[in-house]
């Protein structure tokens, strides 16, 4: 048996002592605390301020140039005659997403496979695909531009088109897909995995039917972060893809693209045009947020089901 | 240690009488489990008897859980880690027989400490996961096999109605059942439950023990518990393992549940079964 030690008797006057300085301490920490708001307050200003001020010049400028024509015609050069005929920026709509559909379906599946094999095995091999990944996440954009300039337009001889464009963003998405795949697999708790070994499941099913179902969610996310990311991209596209003027599916075909059409028309010497930029940058920011809105309704919808 | 070795003798003895009272469904020999060359559990020597319950009892760090899980090769994929000695099921060796793992796991069924229903399946897909990993797929077997397993855990009544939601909206101790149902539906002849009840609360744990009591005709139960009462209640063999000296588990009785609370052989049992520590 352990003796325990007898709590002394606390005196009136040390009492009253504790209580003082318990108050003092008190009324020092409300006060800081409310330095503290202040300052907190006084950052989000100075953070919201340049944003709102993005979102107002945005809508300011971006909203007048919105018209159907905008939207289903092709870009025109403006004349001396016609200085306001600047066209539309379909080829641009049409490009994006072209692009963006052919980067996914070329970085999604390969991405999410590496993701999942990262978080299964401890090989040299994964550790060497992480490090490689972590440093692509990294890497300056125009660098998937310069390879894929290279390696497809030049090496391959496919020359300026949708697929190396799709290419160099697939390039961008790959890490990004890769490394949010591997933290969604490996959040899945161990007794999930140990739940399915323990009903005689090979170690492959458990990986497919129970831990891959899920980390459904955060692999569908990290996917879409991705894609949103790739949406605004310029300079992966810039070298790329030719800037084409037409709307155009064809992989071979040169493209143009939201981003490089704001980079291009950014410089021209018609006013007309360069009011145009404002649309397109409205049209870019509002597929993004709708992009990425999407991807946190369904995932909170996806964690609610489950809790 | 002079005493530590009589113990020992004498609990080996009790082994050997204990073969005689009945069909045995495991046999473990000089049964040790050690991560990285660091040994968790050791000496552990005892035959499970068929349709019996067994508890594993013991302070944290004896080994328990451990030892459990060595009796399905939970520890297979854990690096580091190296079961020496003897399980047999049956008769056939679980590490060096003709047993595949998993065939081993699906005789040898586990439920753990706390409920983990696979949260993207309902209920039914819970209740058959087991069977559609094993590649069964005729669906009037699948809907049988999920009635029958949630009937056996007492689960049925009160899911019928609701077989396609998801796992996640039943309460801890019907998750729990469903666990165990996912484990019965693949017709185990050992059922291992590492502190099936220690997420539950009073009442869900009287349920789980009264299944198991009603489970016993059909499965031989190896049980580790913290809950003393809960193993005098429900086993009818119990283990006491306890930390040694250099920190790892090892088995100092195995005996009669009735001899292991009323009348130990080793007064370390009396000490523990007594609750003068742990």
Redesign the interface.
């Known amino acids: 048996m352990i003796e325990l030690e007898q709590p002394v008797e606390a005196g009136h006057e040390m009492r009253a002592e504790i209580r003082r300085i318990s108050n003092r301490t008190r009324a020092r920490r409300v006060a800081t605390s409310r330095v503290m708001v202040l300052l907190c307050a006084v950052a989000l200003t100075l953070a919201a301020v340049p944003l709102a001020l993005l979102i107002y010049q945005l809508l300011k400028n971006g909203v007048p140039v919105l018209n159907k024509a905008f939207f289903t015609t092709v870009p025109s050069t403006p004349t001396l005659i016609a200085p306001n005929a600047t066209g539309g920026v379909s080829n641009a709509i049409v490009g994006s997403i072209a692009l963006n559909i052919y980067a996914s379906v070329l970085a999604i599946p390969v991405g999410v496979f590496v993701g999942i094999y990262l978080a299964e095995t401890?090989s040299k091999l994964a550790t060497t695909l992480r490090t490689i990944a972590q440093t692509m996440a990294g890497a300056p954009s125009i660098l998937m531009g310069l390879f894929a300039f290279s390696f497809v337009v030049h090496d391959l001889k496919i020359g300026f088109s949708a697929l190396a464009g799709s290419f160099a963003l697939a390039v961008l998405m790959l890490p990004v897909i890769i490394l949010s795949s591997e933290i969604a697999v490996r959040n899945v708790?161990a007794?999930?995995r140990?739940?399915?070994?323990?009903?005689?499941?090979?170690?492959h099913?458990?990986s497919m039917?129970?831990v891959l179902?899920?980390a459904?969610t955060g692999i569908v996310t990290g996917a879409i972060l991705a894609l949103s990311r790739a949406v605004g991209e310029t300079a992966p596209v810039l070298l790329v893809i030719g800037g084409g003027f037409t709307n155009t599916w064809g992989l071979l075909n040169p493209v143009s693209a939201l981003p490089l059409s704001i980079f291009e028309n950014a410089k021209s010497p018609w006013p007309s045009q360069r009011a145009q930029v404002w649309g397109v940058a409205l049209v870019l920011v509002a597929f993004i947020f709708l992009v990425s809105l999407t991807a946190r309704i369904w995932a909170s919808r996806k964690q609610q089901?489950?809790? | 240690m002079e005493q530590k070795t009589m113990a020992d003798m004498q609990s080996k003895t009790a082994t050997t009488e204990s073969t005689n009272r009945g069909p045995i469904a495991m046999q473990l020999r000089d049964v040790a489990v050690s991560f990285h060359g660091r040994t968790a559990v050791r000496d552990c020597s005892f035959d499970v008897a068929k349709n019996k319950v067994t508890s594993l009892i013991g302070p944290s760090g004896s080994g328990k859980t451990t030892l459990l899980r060595a009796l399905n090769r939970l520890h297979d994929l854990t690096p580091g880690a190296k079961v020496s000695g003897q399980i047999l099921l049956e008769g056939v060796d679980t590490y060096r027989g003709d047993l595949t793992v998993t065939e081993l796991r699906t005789r040898v069924g586990m439920v753990f400490q706390r409920p983990n229903p696979f949260p993207t399946m309902s209920i039914y897909d819970n209740a058959v996961s087991g069977l559609r990993f094993n590649g069964v797929k005729k669906k009037a077997l699948l809907d049988e096999a999920a009635e029958s397993s949630l009937r056996s855990a007492a689960l049925w009544d009160s899911v019928s109605t609701r077989l396609k939601v998801a796992a996640s909206n039943l309460s801890g101790g019907e998750q729990q059942r469903l666990c165990i149902a996912r484990a019965l539906a693949l017709d185990p002849e050992v059922l291992l439950m590492d502190e099936p009840t220690s997420a539950l609360d009073p009442i869900a744990t009287l349920r789980i023990e009264e299944l198991m009591t009603s489970l016993k005709s059909r499965v031989t139960v190896i049980i580790v518990t913290h809950n003393m009462q809960q193993a005098a209640r429900i086993s009818d063999d119990c283990a006491f393992l306890l930390m040694g000296e250099d920190r790892a588990g090892e088995l100092i009785e195995f005996d009669t549940t009735e001899k292991i609370f009323n009348n130990p052989i080793d007064p370390r049992t009396l000490d523990y079964t007594l609750g003068r520590f742990g």
């Open positions: 401890e708790p007794t999930l140990e739940a399915g070994l323990a009903l005689g499941a090979k170690p099913k458990v039917r129970v179902p899920s459904l089901v489950r809790n």
